[in-house]
């Protein structure tokens, strides 16, 4: 009996950390309007799993402690003690739950729902050390089983007040509205390193590897970017294309989901925690929905709306130009064995020394080379007005690649892809014009891991520590061209790309953009004519407007 009076227990305890992780969730879900039968059904449904789930676990628990204090649940019927040790360690896990969500969703959510999780984090911090000091000095104030029941379910109700009370933000897509009557007074180059930083581009530059990049540089206005934190492309990419805060945009993460039984809007943050994703949503009852497009225009809808021929190379799939190629698969590039002889011989030694990694890196190389060659070759058929292109070749190779010793022929690997990043950026140049606006953008940087992350090799299993992005290092930004004032930027964020090609370009900036412009990047001749005309949004236009063509 005494095992059974511990499994009701650790089930009761489960159900409890159920019922205040739902409120948590729903928090991360601010596109989510409930009614309240949909309530009562996220309670349940939480709950029950959590019983399950949580409360096995608690029971394991109780077991293996119970087997040194076998007087835990000795006595008949409800035990106040056994209870109050599985809530204190329940209501540290909503806590340690609701503060480290927090923290992870830093620029991904909408800030009332980032002071909710905090509250949230505070009244279960509370009520846990409310509940330790008393454990501790052994005192029983609530003796009465009803009592230390009710104080639980007054904090679960007090969890799910402070998402009641949280204000509905849920952003809307906006009217669909027609084009403010401005023409840009320039074409756009936008070309997207992703991975690359100032930390390897600007040693590339002196050591003579990007002397295009370079005389741009002097040139030109450039500086870090802030990136959106914690890392996540696709929140990067749509939040460089729109210029729009992840909040506002919608695209908050690669993957979303459907849970048809509480909404039918897709979601897409879930609630970190303990248990592997997406399994936070309760009984499986999910299923995944394809990535979601931005809310906001992008850059290229914008110049389209203004009538302007757009191309695209290797965006998203949301992408859509006058004509529009997209990453293509590693079965449709041409074979590495067909790229320049030069640019083969140079990279033999480094494939040789480290075969394990030869494939990926002739893989990586002829995408790169792929997608150049395809801009140019749909460029020169049909030209534009902008031509927007991002690369993925610093993001693919120096996470394997970058090497302690800069001596290594990994580093020479990499050498050559600086080179060849150059040499293509030199070449689209030259074919949009030299009196086009050049934004060159690494919307995020690679970085090594952090102390902390270091700290935690020393008990785990010794490996070799590769750059990544996992920490949201910044990005850089150069501008080049018309209108542009050359000097170093500061405090600049991916955001501000976004508004300040459109004023470069003079069209208007819309006022729900997070970005700014950065004047310090504007000479003082276009700063003193242009005015910053501001319109109130640029909503996302639907497929099939007649300003777009029909993609090839």
């Given amino acids: 009996m005494r095992h059974l009076r511990r499994l009701g227990h650790s089930l009761a305890a489960g159900a409890f950390a159920g019922a205040a992780l739902a409120p948590l969730q729903l928090l991360l879900w601010p596109e989510v309007s409930l009614s309240p039968a949909k309530v009562c059904l996220a ?105 230390s029941v009710g104080l639980a379910a007054f904090v679960v109700a007090s969890l799910w007040v402070v998402w009641i009370a949280t204000p509905v933000s849920k952003p809307s897509s906006g009217a669909v509205v027609e ?7 320039h074409g756009l180059l936008l070309v997207s390193w992703e991975g690359a930083d100032l930390p390897w581009l600007l040693p590339a530059m002196e050591r003579g590897e990007m002397p295009f990049l370079r005389n741009l540089w002097e040139n030109g206005a450039w500086g870090q970017l802030r990136t959106v934190r914690p890392y996540t492309r696709s929140a990067t990419i749509a939040t460089l294309v729109t210029g729009c805060a992840p909040a506002v945009h919608g695209v ?183 009196d086009a606006l050049v934004v060159v953008v690494s919307p995020y940087g690679l970085a090594p891991p952090s102390s902390w992350q270091r700290l935690g090799q020393l008990v785990g299993t010794p490996r070799r520590w590769r750059v990544s992005p996992a920490n949201s290092p910044d990005g850089f930004v150069l501008f080049s061209g018309p209108g542009v004032r050359p000097g170093r930027l500061r405090a600049a964020r991916l955001a501000d790309v976004t508004a300040t090609v459109l004023y470069l370009l003079e069209l208007p900036v819309a006022r729900d953009m997070a970005g700014r412009v950065l004047l310090e990047a504007v000479s003082e001749s276009r700063a003193s004519e242009m005015p910053l005309r501001m319109i109130p949004s640029y909503p996302s236009l639907p497929p099939g407007r007649p300003t777009a063509a029909t993609s090839r």
């Fill in 43 to 147: 309670l349940l449904a939480w709950t029950s799993w959590a019983a399950i789930w949580i409360g096995t676990v608690l029971f394991v628990l109780t077991e293996v402690v119970g087997l040194f204090a076998t007087y835990l649940a000795a006595n008949r019927g409800f035990s106040v003690g056994l209870w109050r040790w599985l809530m204190i360690v329940v209501s540290f896990a909503v806590a340690a739950t609701a503060w480290w969500n927090r923290e992870e969703t830093r620029d991904l959510l909408l800030g009332d729902n980032r002071q909710a999780l905090a509250v949230s984090g505070s009244i279960a911090t509370i009520y846990m050390v409310m509940l330790l000091v008393l454990a501790i000095q052994r005192r029983h104030p609530w003796r009465a089983p009803l009592a």
């Fill in 179 to 185: 084009p403010p009557p401005f023409a840009p007074a």
């Fill in 252 to 434: 908050l993460g690669r993957r979303s989901y459907r849970v048809p039984w509480l909404t039918t809007d897709p979601v897409t943050l879930l609630l970190a925690g303990p248990w592997p994703f997406p399994h936070q949503i309760p009984w499986r009852a999910w299923e995944r929905a394809p990535g979601l497009a931005p809310r906001r225009a992008t850059l290229w809808q914008i110049l389209l709306g203004a009538g302007r021929k757009v191309g695209l190379v290797g965006w998203p799939r949301y992408a859509q130009g006058t004509w529009t190629v997209p990453t293509p698969l590693a079965a449709d590039v041409a074979p590495f064995s067909t790229l320049d002889g030069n640019l083969r011989a140079a990279l033999e030694p480094a494939l040789r020394a480290m075969p394990e990694l030869a494939e990926d890196a002739r893989n990586s190389f002829a995408l790169a080379t792929a997608l150049g060659a395809t801009a140019t070759r749909y460029a020169a058929a049909e030209p534009v007005d902008a031509l927007a292109i991002d690369y993925t070749l610093a993001t693919l190779l120096r996470p394997l690649w970058t090497a302690e010793d800069p001596a290594t022929q990994g580093e020479d690997l990499l050498h050559q892809a600086a080179r060849l990043l150059d040499d293509q950026l030199r070449t689209l140049w030259m074919l949009e014009g030299g």
